[in-house]
């Protein structure tokens, strides 16, 4: 497995999905992940899914600027950790963040989300 591979893969396919169909991220969750979004812990793909559908605007775009990521794990895993920028619909100025995944495999060869927390870094 290469790390590097399944971190930049996923962060494309994560961030284009947020920006186009955010009910789809549920599907990147299993009932043992967790989201803690600005402080907010919340657990399994129904509630991380409506958690994310429910953020109070409509249309956003995600500006990532680093992916950092490191094998994790005999059991295959990756962390990621991602800087960017994103800018909702409507507004002027951008919004920075960071987000944190940790990837875990899955027997038919792909990854879920085990961990996602999130932040937004205000200067």
């Known amino acids: 497995m290469d790390a590097e591979a399944v971190a930049k893969a996923f962060v494309a396919h994560y961030y284009q999905t947020f920006d186009t169909n955010r009910a789809g991220l549920a599907n990147l969750y299993q009932e ?3 989201l803690t979004f600005e402080g907010e812990k919340i657990q399994g793909p ?7 559908t429910g953020l109070p605007f409509q249309q956003c775009h995600h500006n990532v600027s680093t992916v950092d990521c490191q094998p994790s794990g ?7 950790f991602v800087s960017g920028s994103l800018q909702l619909a409507g507004e002027q100025h951008q919004l920075k963040f960071s987000q944190m995944f940790h990837l875990m495999p899955t027997p038919q060869g792909s990854f879920y ?3 996602d927390i999130f932040r937004l870094n205000y200067a």
Do not use: F, Y
């Open 32 to 34: 043992n992940s967790m």
């Open 46 to 52: 129904q509630a991380i899914g409506a958690k994310l």
């Open 74 to 80: 005999p059991a295959g895993g990756v962390l990621v």
């Open 113 to 115: 989300v085990l961990n």
